[in-house]
């Protein structure tokens, strides 16, 4: 069985409690309004272990299996469908899906289809709200190119750090298998994933939709 809890939050998790645990302990020992901050300042840090507990939540999905579609990346709200370019891995025009994480999403992101790792970019760059166009283009990103195992599409994801986001976390290594919903990447603090599909591909969802990574149906190849 897999964890409840990502990785990425053992050490958050972790140093969060033991500072929690110490101020209350140190506030046994002392008197006056020394003691009350000691406990208020535990209190807090209760209230930011349980709100790293609830961040770094990592729960199974059952997963559609379906070489024909594709599945969402990552859990939250569309906020973006649009025909545009993707001149790295893709080489031409693509459809834009482009998927909004907030602070209160599950952050662990999964391949949408089943394939090969075979083009990785890190971009450095800005850090604007992930919920804005531009962001898809000038925020620090991590850009991912899968061929499908199944097929001879083509597709790319994108995962872009938001204004609080700072930290990309992928799992796979270039010329990697990639299994449909398997985790493959995790966002720390709110952010943004865009799946760019080949043009012919028949999009499912609608802006304002949400969606859970492994599980929604994003779009589906045609034959």
């Known amino acids: 069985m897999y964890p409840l809890i990502a990785r990425e939050g053992y050490a958050i998790i972790a140093i969060i409690g033991l500072i929690a645990a110490a101020l209350f302990v140190l506030s046994l020992f002392t008197a006056g309004p020394l003691s009350i901050v000691l406990r208020s300042s535990g209190s807090v840090c209760a209230l930011f272990l349980l709100f790293s507990l609830y961040f770094f939540r990592d729960p199974e999905r059952t997963v559609p299996l379906d070489a024909h579609v594709l599945i969402s990346p990552a859990d939250g709200t569309i906020i973006d469908i649009s025909k545009t370019d993707e001149p790295e891995f893709m080489k031409g025009p ?93 966002i720390r603090f709110g952010s943004r994933v865009d799946l760019y599909c080949p043009l012919n591909t028949d999009i499912k969802v609608a802006l304002g939709d949400k969606v859970t990574a492994g599980v929604t149906i994003l779009a589906s190849f045609k034959d």
């Open 94 to 186: 693509a459809v834009r899906v482009g998927i909004f994480m907030s602070v209160f999403n599950v952050h662990v992101n999964r391949s949408p289809v089943n394939g090969t790792v075979d083009f990785l970019k890190y971009n450095p760059g800005k850090f604007f709200s992930a919920f804005k166009e531009k962001a898809s283009e000038d925020n620090e990103n991590l850009l991912l190119g899968i061929t499908c195992s199944e097929r001879t599409e083509k597709i790319s994801v994108k995962f872009i750090a938001g204004l609080i986001a700072r930290r990309i976390v992928f799992y796979k290594k270039l010329n990697a298998p990639i299994i449909q919903g398997e985790r493959i990447n995790m």
